[in-house]
C-alpha cells in the first residue's frame, strides 16, 4: 500500500445539479483525508492546460468551454486534493468510467453523468488516472501554501513587481 495524492474536480455541471453533497458522501467511503479544497474560476488557459493532453482531439474546444462554464452558465469548478493508501484508484473506483455510458450506474458518473450530442463526456467530476498525472494536476490547480500538507518539494522565491488583486 501506498500514500497517494490525487485531484478531485466537480465540474460545472455538477456545480449546477448541487451534487456537492452526494459527490462528498461518496467519496467519504474511502476514508480519504482532504488536504486541500478550493472554489475556482477556471480561465481559459487553466482549462487548456488541463486537457493539453487532449488538445488534437475534434473535442477539445468543446470541453474548455465544458470546463470553464461555458456550457452551464456557472464559471465554477470545486478542486479538491486527496490523500491515503492507494488514493487513486479508490476515488476512481467511486467517480466511475470517464464515459459515463460505460460507468456503472451507482457510480459518481454512472449515475450523473451523460454525453452531449457534440460527444462531450459530462461527467461531472474529474479524477487524476495516475501518480504522475495526479502530480501534474495538483501542481496545475494548488499552490503549496493552498494545502496542509507538504506533498512535493517546494523552494521559497522572491518576486517583485507582482500585481495582486487584494480587498479594498
Not at 487548456?48 to 464559471?75: A, C, S, V
Given at each position: 500500500?501506498?500514500?497517494?495524492?490525487?485531484?478531485?474536480?466537480?465540474?460545472?455541471?455538477?456545480?449546477?445539479?448541487?451534487?456537492?453533497?452526494?459527490?462528498?458522501?461518496?467519496?467519504?467511503?474511502?476514508?480519504?483525508?482532504?488536504?486541500?479544497?478550493?472554489?475556482?474560476?477556471?480561465?481559459?488557459?487553466?482549462?487548456?492546460?488541463?486537457?493539453?493532453?487532449?488538445?488534437?482531439?475534434?473535442?477539445?474546444?468543446?470541453?474548455?468551454?465544458?470546463?470553464?462554464?461555458?456550457?452551464?452558465?456557472?464559471?465554477?469548478?470545486?478542486?479538491?486534493?486527496?490523500?491515503?493508501?492507494?488514493?487513486?484508484?479508490?476515488?476512481?473506483?467511486i467517480v466511475g468510467d470517464t464515459n459515463p455510458e460505460?460507468?456503472?450506474?451507482?457510480?459518481?458518473?454512472?449515475?450523473?453523468?451523460?454525453?452531449?450530442?457534440?460527444?462531450?463526456?459530462?461527467?461531472?467530476?474529474?479524477?487524476?488516472?495516475?501518480?504522475?498525472?495526479?502530480?501534474?494536476?495538483?501542481?496545475?490547480?494548488?499552490?503549496?501554501?493552498?494545502?496542509?500538507?507538504?506533498?512535493?518539494?517546494?523552494?521559497?522565491?522572491?518576486?517583485?513587481?507582482?500585481?495582486?488583486?487584494?480587498?479594498?
Open positions: 500500500m501506498s500514500i497517494e495524492q490525487t485531484l478531485l474536480l466537480i465540474k460545472p455541471d455538477g456545480l449546477l445539479k448541487s451534487l456537492t453533497g452526494n459527490i462528498l458522501t461518496g467519496l467519504s467511503r474511502t476514508k480519504l483525508i482532504i488536504v486541500g479544497a478550493k472554489v475556482v474560476r477556471v480561465s481559459k488557459e487553466l482549462a487548456e492546460k488541463h486537457y493539453e493532453h487532449l488538445k488534437d482531439k475534434p473535442f477539445f474546444n468543446e470541453l474548455i468551454r465544458y470546463l470553464m462554464g461555458e456550457l452551464h452558465q456557472t464559471n465554477r469548478v470545486v478542486a479538491f486534493v486527496y490523500q491515503g493508501e492507494n488514493a487513486i484508484k479508490k476515488i476512481r473506483d460505460n460507468a456503472n450506474p451507482v457510480s459518481i458518473r454512472g449515475a450523473y453523468g451523460r454525453i452531449t450530442t457534440a460527444g462531450v463526456f459530462e461527467n461531472v467530476v474529474h479524477a487524476s488516472s495516475s501518480m504522475e498525472n495526479a502530480e501534474h494536476e495538483i501542481k496545475l490547480w494548488f499552490q503549496p501554501n493552498e494545502l496542509v500538507e507538504d506533498l512535493y518539494p517546494t523552494k521559497e522565491v522572491t518576486i517583485t513587481q507582482k500585481k495582486e488583486i487584494v480587498w479594498a
